[in-house]
DNA sequence: TTGCATTGAATGCATGTGCATGTACTGTCC
DNA sequence: GGACAGTACATGCACATGCATTCAATGCAA
């Protein structure tokens, strides 16, 4: 009946429990803030960022669904369903992919990237004080407003 | 048009990055690991973690709800019916609060701390190896079994 | 004691997620 | 050309989560 973790064990929970409260910590504030003020959620708000960087990266117009999904962390079908929350509020665009029909390309209309930058500052903000801040406070309890 | 982050803006979402990654790889792998070979989420063994640390130090059989919450990342909500969850699957008790009737005092029973002991080892092993490596193989993905 | 605000936990509901699958398309081999 | 495996994305489904609410019990005041 091994009980005990061995240092090298502790160590390693103890950063991963530090791990899981600042993301705790991050996520739901960003969830909270993000969503109260401008309707988007954190991984929505990923994915516009990753539209903005993208384009301007390349000067393209639109990324396609599969070059979206290794830097967000979710399923591909989570991430489907995102772009389609995110083109009913008119933030996005779809449009079938020329040169391979499977594929879907995924454009900022001017109103996604207008929301972006409304929201980047928050987004910031929000990092600076939850990143900054000492762990403890988690999603459950009340955050800054 | 503020286009771009200052240099602290970028650091900060370098930092945010890197945290989300090594989030989604290691809490993707626990729950997948922990899922296949114990029947665990990532949070059902927290929960179980929490017990057994909070026995041991404090000497006691169980421990209430409340006092579980803050240490694991979850709402009110989803707590309660994560600790159904385990009640369920014969890992712990539920009993009313002596002191207070409306509390409720978490216990483990032999088949909770038996699980627990059993899936600590895999536990740590997937902490050492997502913990430790490089970012980038996030959930989507598939990770050595 | 009664009355009332507060706290601890459970539940209704809406939503986001992942897995498995379905659908459309591509490329290859024959 | 036709058959078939593989890829890209969407969808059915089950489930975990959070918010708001509800129910029970406590503490305090009159």
Redesign the pocket.
């Known amino acids: 009946m091994a009980e005990l973790d061995s240092p090298a064990e502790a160590g390693l929970v103890a950063e991963w429990r530090e791990l899981l409260a600042r993301h705790a910590a991050a996520s739901c504030a960003l969830d909270?803030e993000l969503g109260d003020r401008y309707g988007l959620?954190m991984?929505e708000f990923e994915v516009l960022e990753r539209l903005v960087e993208g384009c301007r990266a390349g000067g393209r117009l639109g990324l396609?669904?599969?070059e979206l999904?290794p830097t967000v962390?979710?399923?591909?079908?989570?991430l489907?369903?995102?772009?389609?929350?995110l083109e009913k509020g008119g933030l996005v665009t779809?449009a079938m992919?020329e040169s391979?029909?499977?594929?879907?390309t995924v454009a900022l209309t001017e109103a996604g990237r207008e929301r972006y930058e409304q929201a980047r500052p928050l987004h910031r903000e929000v990092l600076g004080l939850t990143l900054g801040a000492p762990p403890g406070s988690a999603?459950?309890g009340s955050s800054s407003g």
Not at 73 to 78: G, V
Not at 80 to 85: M, N
Not at 100 to 104: H, N
Request: glycine share 8%; with cysteine; hydrophobic share 30%.
């Open positions: 909270r959620g991984s396609r669904v599969s999904a962390h979710l399923s591909q079908s989570a489907s369903r995102l772009i389609a929350r779809r992919c391979d029909r499977r594929g879907v999603c459950s």
